[in-house]
């Protein structure tokens, strides 16, 4: 099995599995090596520091020793040796999300997102649920809440309900879970519902929701509880306000109040908090995903200040205080002297020392970043071509390439008449002697681009969705949802070469055949191959004659030519056999 990682809820691989009348590539066993650009970024494998990888890692817990993160993005838990920075996978099975209990090896997870310990149970929110995680008996177990959000309800155990549990912190016989809340964008039509405090018996399993009292100046409008953290004496908690940004305070067990730590002018660029831990030393330190930063906050007078990372900045690197850099920080956790933070775009766990707030990665490899651009930070485009002795791809600002016997990478600006150029969002690249064509989805464009110089024309436009194209030595084939135009690359006279422009499936000669949305396009020079990506098909289209004929498809229950077909893709061929890549 091949397992696709989802690159943060933003981003999803598309992927397409073509297997045309081989069984012989069923055997095939693919040999994948990096050969040019960061290799960081979100994965799943465990082993040392570096070596190790996360996909969206969220909430963390220590108890001194050893380091459990909850891997929202690969559904799982890990565990990270302290004093080695071993990675281990402990409970879920990476890349499938469920809600499954029993054996560790076995159970699944839902995008888990806060961890909290207690001797050898862990306890974890996991999509609409709190999941308890017998270290012991290696067994997981659903003690409360349901694998559908609901509206919030108090019962015992799995009869309670929660909407989307995103914290918990334990104290005492109690477990307390903070469930959000949801901020309508009409509160007219639906009114806003504040986030919740809900505590859980852990001798009975009880689920309550305490009434709790905010600051006046926080009650009101949307609120919502979104960290927790105690000491076995003092529990503290951090609110999203949608107006006066982030509050952190103190709840008192006894009265369920809060009082307030922070003033609101004091984090007024602190809009909310995603993780929170104090230091025993008086500090709470507190994290802003949004902001990518870490604030210090002094208990007993409330004075705040950032110690890491930087408002409006979207990157990661190493450093000391506000001169290091995150990109959207959400879990904390302090141990041994040092803080570790869970970095979710950078897909890493960084760790800082308290005394000089020297900040580096412990445990994960963050992707480059965009401003950068060397060896080691390719910026990629979403396609490639190469004429054999180098790997060419465009981003919005420039061609880079890769040379095929070194791996070196090079590249050149885009220009035209001397101007900087910049795409919006080029998808498809293909090369023809010196040239690079280009289409740009955002723009409808097609454009020429001199490799040499980045020079940069468009030479057709006016398209509606280009996905992909081919060029031969004259002309260029752009995939345009349900036509495939062709454009004379002299002149750049567009015409529409196959394709009704109605959706269907039919086979036949240039405007009598239909597409259902073709996708991505390769030729050999007698035909053209396309993806017709809704009809799970691929379709031959004779570059002479414009007759359009079905390659392979599948079908219910089946496919013909024994094909498997996913997802959209991109094509390509090897020797006669096309096949689809994504």
């Known amino acids: 099995m091949f397992y696709f990682p989802p690159f943060s809820r933003l981003i999803q691989s598309a992927v397409l599995v073509l297997m045309l009348a081989r069984p012989s590539l069923a055997q095939y066993e693919p040999v994948v090596s990096h050969f040019a650009g960061n290799p960081g970024g979100p994965g799943v494998a465990d082993g040392l520091g570096s070596a190790a990888r996360f996909t969206s890692p969220s909430g963390l817990w220590s108890d001194g020793r050893t380091l459990y993160i909850a891997d929202s993005g690969n559904h799982t838990i890990r565990k990270m040796d302290l004093t ?17 209990d029993g054996p560790i090896q076995s159970a699944q997870f839902r995008f888990p997102t806060a961890i909290w310990g207690s001797g050898t149970n862990l306890y974890v929110t996991s999509g609409s649920t709190v999941r308890l995680i017998d270290l012991s008996a290696g067994v997981v177990t659903t003690i409360a809440g349901s694998a559908t959000p609901a509206v919030p309800a108090d019962g015992i155990g799995t009869e309670a309900r929660f909407r989307r549990p995103l914290g918990l912190w334990g ?58 953290w105690g000491d076995g004496e003092h529990l503290y908690v951090g609110y999203f306000h949608s107006l006066r940004g982030a509050l952190v305070g103190e709840l008192d067990l006894q009265s369920n109040t ?72 959400a879990g904390l956790a302090v141990a041994n002297g040092r803080l570790y ?42 396609g490639l071509w190469s004429d054999g002795a180098f790997v060419y791809f465009v981003t919005r600002d420039s061609v880079q390439k890769v040379s095929v016997a070194t791996g070196d990478v090079s590249y050149k600006p885009l220009v035209s008449t001397g101007l900087p150029v910049t795409l919006k969002n080029p998808i498809g690249v293909r090369g023809n002697g010196s040239d690079l064509y280009v289409v740009d989805n955002v723009e409808r464009t097609l454009r020429r681009i001199t490799i040499t110089t980045g020079e940069t024309t468009v030479i057709a436009s006016n398209f509606t969705a280009p996905t992909d194209l081919w060029v031969d030595e004259r002309n260029g084939y752009v995939s345009d949802g349900l036509l495939i135009y062709k454009v004379e690359l002299a002149t750049g006279r567009q015409t529409a070469f ?22 991505g396009l390769w030729g050999d020079g007698t035909y053209l191959y396309a993806v017709d990506a809704i009809g799970r098909t691929v379709r031959q289209i004779s570059l002479e004659s414009a007759v359009v004929s079905t390659l392979v498809q599948q079908v219910e229950g089946g496919t013909v030519a024994s094909a498997e077909l996913l997802f959209e893709p991109e094509l390509v061929v090897r020797g006669s056999t096309a096949r689809a890549r994504g």
């Not at 890493?348 to 020297?358: E, G, K, M, R, Y």
């Not at 196959?498 to 996708?519: L, N, P, T, W, Y």
């Open 84 to 100: 080695t920075r071993l990675v281990t996978t402990i409970a879920g099975t990476p890349g499938v999300t469920g809600d499954a």
């Open 171 to 228: 104290m005492g016989q109690y477990l307390y879970v903070l469930d959000d809340g949801y901020q309508s964008l009409n509160p007219g039509f639906m009114p806003s519902q504040p986030g919740l405090i809900r505590r859980m018996d852990l001798r009975t399993m009880a689920v309550e929701t305490l009434p709790v009292v905010l600051p006046a100046e926080y009650a009101t409008i949307y609120n919502a509880p979104t960290a927790i």
């Open 258 to 329: 809060v009082r307030a730590i922070t003033a609101a002018t004091s984090i007024s660029l602190f809009p909310s908090v995603g993780g929170l831990w104090g230091d025993g030393q008086g500090h709470l330190y507190a994290s802003n995903w949004a902001n990518h930063s870490i604030l210090q906050i002094t208990i007993a007078t409330g004075e705040s200040k950032l110690v890491l990372g930087a408002p409006n900045t979207n990157t990661f690197a190493e450093g000391t205080g506000v001169a290091a850099r995150l990109r959207q920080p």
């Open 341 to 382: 933070i869970t970095d979710t775009v950078s897909h890493v766990i960084a760790h800082a020392d308290l005394q000089t707030f020297t900040m580096s990665t412990a445990a994960g490899l963050a992707p480059a970043n965009s401003e950068f651009i060397s060896a080691d930070s390719i910026q990629f485009g979403r």
């Open 498 to 519: 196959a394709g009704s422009g109605s959706i269907g499936g039919a086979d036949g000669i240039g405007a009598s055949a239909s597409f259902r949305r073709v996708g």
